[in-house]
């Protein structure tokens, strides 16, 4: 990473952390939505066809694993609409891959990605890095466009023990399930939108590994492009509902051992909460991420990612 674009995106964070020490959910100007690709859906279908997928990964694997629902009711607002008011919805479904040894986690992803490129599905920048002990795998379908990733939670690095872990995101579609939707994946650019799906992907995994719900929707918050200078960056917001602070204090525990795990390089900064907000940045792909507690009690919670590809990313 160029160091203008590390100073842009520490000082995108920086800012953030100090909005939301003061209890605001504005997250600052949005670069706004671009006109994208259209399919029709309902809830009903996106829910058929989210499962479907899933079962096309699992049905297949050995050892054969259990599903265990996790996160709240799949169905919610388009994360891709900002200040949205409902017109828009989407679903989520993500499950553990449970009922195997730990041990398996690895061979379980693998299994995922190959069914999935069987059946034509691609991958959104590229394959697992596979000499990694937890790895992980995020592909779309064709040409639907639901977005979907496999991943391993690390349980025990020393025993290489870890859970399996799958998901799949519908595109966004109207509410009343009568006219067109588009999905939420589909932005004005290829880069944008694989940026946009770094940052949501590295948005999902923190929220599993806080163990908190997620919050109201707060103004502002949602998936937004920035433009600095000639930069441009994908940013993604949301907040935990009210925590009392030792339970703020443990869900950032939780989410600092997460990011050593990936080797995310950590710093706190004071806040006045009395409660220290947690900035992280990769620096494999440049993203960032910052976990502010609130006065009001929540976790804001913050990911940039520029629009570069990770392999022009240097340090």
Request: net charge negative; glycine share 8%.
């Amino acid at each position: 990473m160029r160091p203008s674009r590390t100073m842009a995106v520490i000082a995108l964070l920086t800012a953030s952390v100090a909005v939301a020490a003061c209890g605001s959910g504005q997250t600052g100007s949005s670069g706004g939505s671009t006109p994208s690709k259209q399919v029709t859906m309902d809830e009903q279908q996106a829910t058929k066809r989210a499962e479907e997928i899933i079962h096309q990964a699992v049905d297949g694997m050995s050892p054969k694993p259990t599903l265990k629902r996790t996160g709240l009711s799949p169905l919610g607002a388009c994360v891709a609409d900002d200040h949205s008011a409902g017109e828009r919805q989407q679903v989520a479904l993500s499950y553990q891959l449970t009922g195997v040894p730990g041990t398996e986690a690895k061979k379980l992803v693998r299994q995922a990605r190959d069914a999935w490129v069987k059946l034509g599905y691609t991958f959104q920048s590229s394959d697992a890095d596979w000499s990694d002990p937890f790895p992980s795998v995020s592909m779309r379908t064709v040409p639907d466009d639901f977005w979907m990733t496999a991943i391993t939670g690390v349980v025990d690095k020393a025993k290489g023990e870890g859970l399996a872990a799958i998901s799949v995101t519908s595109p966004c579609f109207a509410a009343d399930g009568s006219g067109t939707a588009d999905p939420a994946s589909f932005r004005q650019t290829a880069t944008d939108e694989q940026a946009e799906h770094r940052a949501r992907d590295h948005s999902s995994r923190l929220y599993d590994a806080l163990q908190v719900r997620h919050g109201a929707t707060q103004e502002g918050e949602g998936l937004a492009t920035y433009q600095d200078g000639e930069e441009t960056y994908a940013h993604h917001t949301w907040s935990t509902e009210p925590l009392p602070e030792d339970a703020m204090v443990r869900a950032l525990a939780r989410a600092q051992a997460h990011f050593e795990s990936l080797g995310w390089t950590l710093r706190q900064v004071p806040t006045v909460t009395g409660v220290p907000a947690l900035l992280a940045r990769n620096a494999e792909d440049g993203s960032a991420a910052r976990l502010a507690p609130s006065v009001d009690g929540t976790l804001r919670v913050a990911v940039t990612t520029p629009t570069a590809p990770p392999g022009s990313v240097s340090v």
